[in-house]
């Protein structure tokens, strides 16, 4: 079973389900093309997530660099139109912000959730355990994440692939046990807990993408493979967590 969500909700909480074999909470953004001071034309740029209304008037659009991902602005929307399922145009409050455009994204800063995953089975999975990517506040807590290919938690974000945007900033990793997880590194696993948002240009970053996770008394049963990376990331807490190491593949 893949459960693949594109949340826009104040809160989102999974609790308690027999098995996961895949979860992932993101918010797509879109590409932005400049029409005027005020008006600008989307696309949503993935194959997989277009069509759905992302915006209505009143919320807050956050301009995002392509490059960078650092935030740009923000502006609320006064207006919605779509014009096809591949595009919108929107009219905004106010004017955007000075050098954004072709190849840079936007979100909806309004529309982002809240995230509890507590006492849940994520198990052989084929990919990772789970994908987070939210600015609001995130509680991992009290999981089994029993043989998962990839990273058992990932934390990405990027305005050129997959679309996976919402910068993390308050993040709690706590009291879950990893079991064999990261038999198979690739693409952003490249830690037990991974922190790997794709930014083009890292050197010209100002500041990170996300900040504030906290990796706490964790049981790590595993063996030689990293427990955390992290790139583009600040103000991590890695405290009271146990590994017990065994030889059950090769690192």
């Known amino acids: 079973m893949m459960i693949a969500s594109l949340v826009m909700a104040a809160s989102l909480t999974v609790t308690n389900p027999q098995e996961l074999r895949s979860a992932i909470a993101t918010i797509g953004p879109t590409g932005g093309i400049k029409e005027s001071d005020r008006r600008i034309r989307c696309r949503y740029m993935h194959e997989c997530a277009y069509g759905f209304d992302v915006f209505n008037p009143g919320d ?4 995002i660099k392509g490059k960078t991902l650092e935030c740009a602005g923000e502006v609320s929307v006064a207006r919605v139109e779509r014009p096809n399922d591949r595009e919108l145009v929107l009219t905004l409050s106010g004017t955007v912000p000075d050098g954004c455009g072709v190849g840079d994204a936007v979100e909806n800063a ?4 809240s995230v509890v995953f507590r006492g849940n089975v994520v198990a ?3 990919a990772r355990g789970i994908l987070i990517n939210t600015p609001k506040k995130v509680v991992v807590e009290n999981n089994l994440f ?8 990932l934390f990405a974000g990027d305005a050129q692939g997959w679309y996976e945007s919402g ?13 064999n997880c990261l038999t198979s590194r690739y693409q952003f696993c ?3 807990v991974s922190s790997y948002p794709m930014v083009r240009d890292i050197d010209g970053q ?7 996770i906290k990796v706490v008394g964790n049981v790590f049963e595993t063996f030689d493979v990293p427990l955390l990376f992290a790139l583009s990331t600040k103000d991590i807490v890695w ?13």
């Open 206 to 212: 100002n500041s990170a993408y996300h900040s504030g």
């Open 146 to 153: 029993d043989h998962v290919s990839g990273s058992a938690v």
């Open 190 to 192: 490249d830690g037990i």
């Open 110 to 113: 309004t529309y982002q959730p």
């Open 167 to 179: 910068a993390c900033s308050d993040v709690t990793v706590a009291h879950n046990v990893f079991r």
């Open 124 to 126: 052989n999975n084929r």
């Open 239 to 251: 405290r009271d967590n146990r590994v017990e190491r065994n030889e059950r593949y090769r690192g």
């Open 60 to 63: 807050m659009l956050r301009f």
